[in-house]
């Protein structure tokens, strides 16, 4: 039997006013994340090359996305969503790493992965950190190897992330501009998205600032399935 439930917690509100952005600078890639989260044919060859281009080309100048209040989000979701610290973490979509620092502070080790090389590129070098170069669709990494599956500002593959974690680990989905991210699935579509594939899932969702999270948590005892 699958079991599924999402808790909403309090929200941390936002100390400045949010900066408004133009909907078509977020609901195109809106659409993307929700084609690639629920159906089969939402990623492929044309797509991925598109998006590694993308991200390429918006590497040098992804620095200055960084700082404290983007961070806050993540910071929210592991402590307020229950995540136990230890263990591996693998960081989907790591990019230059900006979000990386509270992770490597929390696990024992950190896998972060990119399909972009020029941001892997661009990343600082920090003991317990791996960097890895891969499509997040088909991930480097054994069977039910991973505690904590962390998205932030980053696409949801919901097979591959359930072949990755283990019984009773946490999938992190974290937009650091809620619903005004352009990668972004709201919280009850992360979960529509992950229970299926997690064979039953509890979360809890909360906003922090500017952004928004969900945190999904497999259930102890659901035997990893292992789809390819
Ligand atoms: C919006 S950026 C977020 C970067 C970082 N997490 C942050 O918040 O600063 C999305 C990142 O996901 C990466 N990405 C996109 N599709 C991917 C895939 N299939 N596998 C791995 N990384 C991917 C991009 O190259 C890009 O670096």
């Given at each position: 039997?699958?079991?599924?439930?999402?808790?909403?917690?309090?929200?941390?509100?936002?100390?400045?006013?949010?900066?408004?952005?133009?909907?078509d600078a977020y609901l195109p890639m809106q659409q993307v994340t929700e084609?690639?989260?629920?159906?089969?044919?939402?990623?492929?060859?044309?797509?991925?090359?598109?998006v590694?281009?993308l991200?390429?080309?918006?590497?040098?100048?992804?620095?200055?996305?960084?700082?404290?209040?983007?961070?806050?989000?993540?910071?929210?979701?592991?402590?307020?969503?229950?995540?136990?610290?230890?263990?591996?973490?693998?960081?989907?979509?790591?990019?230059?790493?900006?979000?990386?620092?509270?992770?490597?502070?929390?696990?024992?080790?950190?896998?972060?992965?990119?399909?972009?090389?020029?941001?892997?590129?661009?990343?600082?070098?920090?003991?317990?950190?791996?960097?890895?170069?891969?499509?997040?669709?088909?991930?480097?990494?054994?069977?039910?190897?991973?505690?904590?599956?962390?998205?932030?500002n980053?696409f949801?593959?919901?097979?591959?992330?359930?072949?990755?974690?283990?019984?009773?680990?946490?999938?992190?989905?974290?937009?650091?501009?809620?619903?005004?991210t352009p990668i972004y699935?709201?919280?009850?579509?992360?979960?529509?998205?992950?229970?299926?594939?997690?064979?039953?899932?509890?979360?809890?969702?909360?906003?922090?600032?500017?952004?928004?999270?969900?945190?999904?948590?497999?259930?102890?005892?659901?035997?990893?399935?292992?789809?390819?």
């Amino acid at each position: 039997m699958t079991t599924t439930g999402l808790v909403p917690l309090p929200p941390r509100p936002p100390t400045s006013p949010r900066p408004e952005r133009a909907p078509d600078a977020y609901l195109p890639m809106q659409q993307v994340t929700e084609q690639i989260a629920f159906l089969p044919d939402g990623w492929d060859a044309e797509r991925r090359q598109k998006v590694r281009e993308l991200f390429d080309g918006l590497a040098p100048e992804w620095h200055t996305r960084g700082g404290p209040d983007r961070v806050a989000p993540t910071v929210d979701a592991l402590e307020r969503g229950g995540v136990p610290a230890g263990g591996v973490a693998l960081e989907i979509g790591s990019g230059t790493g900006l979000q990386t620092p509270p992770l490597a502070e929390r696990f024992d080790y950190v896998v972060s992965v990119d399909l972009a090389a020029a941001m892997l590129a661009l990343a600082e070098r920090r003991t317990g950190v791996g960097l890895v170069r891969a499509d997040a669709s088909r991930l480097p990494v054994g069977p039910a190897s991973a505690d904590v599956v962390v998205c932030v500002n980053a696409f949801l593959f919901p097979d591959e992330y359930a072949r990755v974690l283990r019984p009773g680990g946490r999938v992190v989905f974290v937009s650091t501009s809620g619903d005004q991210t352009p990668i972004y699935l709201a919280p009850e579509k992360v979960v529509a998205a992950l229970a299926p594939a997690l064979g039953g899932a509890h979360a809890v969702t909360s906003k922090c600032g500017h952004g928004s999270w969900t945190v999904v948590a497999r259930a102890e005892h659901g035997a990893p399935d292992c789809p390819r």
